[in-house]
């Protein structure tokens, strides 16, 4: 069965540091997702991506992030100086064209010190 | 997008059947209803999803009354191994674009 995959599993940076989390959604897939769930708490939206540029994002997606597709297969999330509050686990997410069914990439738990 | 609403935890027992409900009063005519499970540490895992009616697929069955203004989750004869998060969400049918999680309902599955 396809699967998303996310490297690196785990990332710890110190504070002010860029962190790029990288995505591999499913071939045929149309539209990317980004998520972060903070420990303990709900799965919450960051951002949503198709045709190359960004659809929909959250609040929580500001200047500090970004978002590339920078070739046909991966999908990154860039924060460009990460504070202590972006420690969280950061799920990328695909879905194909007209369907609900978004699949999960298995996480990048990133740890801010 | 519509707000939704469900239990925060429930308890079984294995084998028992456990129906979870959620309530998404300002559903819009052209949203859908799906589900998902999540384990500690991992991502959300696709469970089901249905407009109206009864939808039934290998592992739960999603009600959906005439109203659609809620829907229930049912799980025939639950495991040790379904302790998760369940999650209700309203999406539109645009194939995409933002997805809104709520809390929620934390199952926990006893021997």
């Known amino acids: 069965e396809p699967e998303v995959t996310q490297t690196p599993s785990h990332q710890v940076t110190q504070m002010g540091q860029e962190v790029i989390l990288r995505c591999v959604p499913i071939?045929?897939?149309?539209?990317f997702y980004w998520y972060r769930q903070i420990l303990g708490q709900k799965v919450e939206f960051l951002v949503s991506?198709?045709?190359?540029?960004?659809?929909?994002k959250s609040e929580i997606f500001d200047d500090q992030f970004s978002v590339e597709r920078p070739d046909g297969s991966n999908f990154t999330l860039k924060i460009r100086s990460t504070k202590l509050e972006d420690s969280a686990m950061y799920f990328c997410?695909?879905?194909?064209?007209?369907?609900?069914?978004?699949?999960f990439g298995p996480g990048t738990r990133l740890t801010v010190t | 997008l519509a707000k939704t609403t469900q239990p925060i935890s429930m308890d079984s027992y294995e084998g028992q059947e456990v129906n979870i409900t959620c309530s998404h009063n300002?559903?819009?005519?052209?949203?859908?209803i799906t589900w998902y499970q999540q384990f500690p540490s991992q991502g959300p895992r696709f469970i089901i999803q249905?407009?109206?009616t009864k939808v039934t697929n290998e592992v739960a069955s999603l009600f959906i009354p005439a109203d659609r203004k809620s829907s229930t989750l049912s799980l025939p004869r639950v495991s040790l191994s379904d302790t998760a998060v369940y999650y209700c969400?309203?999406?539109?049918?645009?194939?995409?674009?933002?997805?809104?999680f709520g809390a929620g309902t934390r199952l926990f599955v006893k021997a």
């Open positions: 997410a695909s879905t194909g064209s007209y369907s609900y069914e978004q699949y």
């Open positions: 071939s045929n897939h149309l539209y």
């Open positions: 991506f198709y045709n190359n540029e960004i659809s929909e």
């Open positions: 300002n559903i819009a005519t052209n949203d859908y």
């Open positions: 249905g407009y109206k």
């Open positions: 969400l309203v999406v539109k049918d645009t194939g995409g674009f933002k997805t809104i």
